[in-house]
C-alpha cells in the first residue's frame, strides 16, 4: 500500500465519522420538538456507512485499497413517544403531542464513539506522516 493511499484511507474515515457527528448533533438540537401526528415527529437520523473494498478503491499500482464512506442517512424508526398534553400548542384534537424519538444517552455514546474512531484516524494521519519524513531524512543521508 503506497503512503498516499494511507491518507485516502483515513481521510475517508475522518469524513464520516465527521458526518456522523454532525447527524448526532443535528439529533440533539431536535430532540425537544413536537409534532401533532406521530409521522411528522422528528426522527432520529442515522449514517449507514460501506466499505470501500478493493475493486473500488485500486489503481493499477496498487494492491490493496480500503476506507469507508457514508452509503446513505436513514431515520431511525423507533416509535415517536405520545404524550397527553392538552395545552401544547400542537396537541392533536385528543391532547396528545408526539415527541422526537431521539434518545440524549444514545446520541452521547453517539458522538463519543465518533470523536474516538476520528482522533484514532487523525492519528494515523500523524503517524504516516511521521513515517514519511523518517524515510526522506534517510533518503538525503
Keep these: 500500500m503506497s503512503m498516499t493511499k494511507i491518507f485516502d484511507v483515513a481521510g475517508s474515515a475522518l469524513n464520516a465519522q465527521m458526518v456522523r457527528m454532525n447527524l448526532s ?23 449507514v456507512f460501506r466499505t470501500m473494498l478493493d475493486e473500488q478503491t485500486t489503481n493499477s499500482n496498487s494492491k490493496y485499497g480500503g476506507g469507508v464512506r457514508v452509503d446513505k442517512i436513514i431515520d431511525d424508526q423507533a416509535l415517536a413517544p405520545r404524550i397527553h398534553e392538552p395545552s401544547h400548542p400542537q396537541a392533536d ?6 415527541k422526537s424519538n431521539v434518545n440524549e444517552v444514545t446520541e452521547t455514546i453517539e458522538m463519543m464513539a465518533a ?3 476520528f482522533q484514532s484516524n487523525v492519528e494515523v494521519v500523524s ?3 511521521e ?9 538525503k543521508g
Design 25 to 47: 448533533a443535528s439529533n440533539l438540537a431536535n430532540a425537544t420538538t413536537a409534532a401533532s401526528k406521530p409521522e411528522d415527529a422528528f426522527k432520529a437520523k442515522r449514517a
Design 93 to 98: 384534537k385528543d391532547g396528545y403531542v408526539y
Design 115 to 117: 470523536a474516538r474512531s
Design 131 to 139: 513515517l514519511m519524513l523518517k524515510t526522506i531524512d534517510m533518503i
Design 127 to 129: 503517524t504516516a506522516r
